[in-house]
């Protein structure tokens, strides 16, 4: 115990740089935004910015791989895809976009 309190890790350190990391990526798209989630993502990218906080940054609608299907109303003007690079999940990407 004693190692654990001398070398503590500040994970709010990494959750910082992780959400200016997104938001960053986020403010380089202009205009409105939707965002295309991996299913598997939404949990842990919960945790580094909330919706709200999504919204002030011009996301207008969210949307997922799995259970989504591509939008017919294009009120925004980026869509952004946050997915993993596995290839099943690019095949997903592939169907996603094709409907």
Request: charged share 25%.
């Amino acid at each position: 115990m004693v190692f654990f309190e001398k070398n503590a890790i500040n994970f709010l350190s990494f959750k910082d740089r992780a959400r200016r990391e997104l938001l960053s990526c986020l403010d380089a798209c202009p205009g409105t935004k939707a965002l295309v989630w991996d299913d598997y993502l939404i949990g842990p990218f919960s945790l580094v910015a909330e919706y709200s906080v999504l919204q002030e940054h011009q996301v207008s609608r969210m949307f997922t791989l799995e259970k989504s299907e591509f939008p017919t109303n294009l009120d925004f003007t980026s869509m952004v895809f946050l997915v993993r690079s596995e290839l099943k999940v690019i095949k997903k990407l592939a169907k996603f976009i094709k409907k």
